[in-house]
């Protein structure tokens, strides 16, 4: 069973931290890059961090320095660290093998966590 389950969204200020948690399927997680995406509505899914299986990391500019990607291989859970926070990074969030696990010619997401950040 194919499963990508996001937590740890929530509403905070700028300025301040937040973590999230996805736990996904061993067909997904076992053995593959995995990353977490953010989508503006209207605009398409972007990626804001991946972590290899062994642990090298990529961040996409905008997140770099302020957000740190993890994963324990033991749990199928990946973890993003989201520091600094600004009202730019409020968004629904997502999580996913990088690139995206597809399934009869489509992308498979879960529900996503919605990040809110006020000034």
């Known amino acids: 069973q194919v499963q990508l389950v996001e937590s740890g969204g929530g509403s905070v200020q700028a300025g301040g931290s937040l973590r999230l948690s996805c736990v996904a399927s061993?067909?997904?997680?076992?053995?593959?890059?995995m990353g977490w995406y953010r989508q503006v509505p209207g605009k398409q899914r972007e990626l804001v961090a991946r972590?290899?299986?062994?642990?090298?990391?990529n961040y996409a500019d905008s997140v770099k320095g302020r957000f740190t990607i993890s994963r324990d291989n033991a749990e199928n859970t990946v973890y993003l660290q989201m520091n600094s926070l600004k009202p730019e990074d409020t968004v629904v969030y997502y999580c996913n093998k990088y690139p995206p696990f597809v399934s009869a010619g489509r992308q498979v997401w879960g529900q996503g966590t919605l990040v809110t950040v006020s000034s």
């Open positions: 972590i290899t299986s062994r642990g090298t990391t």
């Open positions: 061993g067909s997904i997680f076992s053995n593959n890059a």
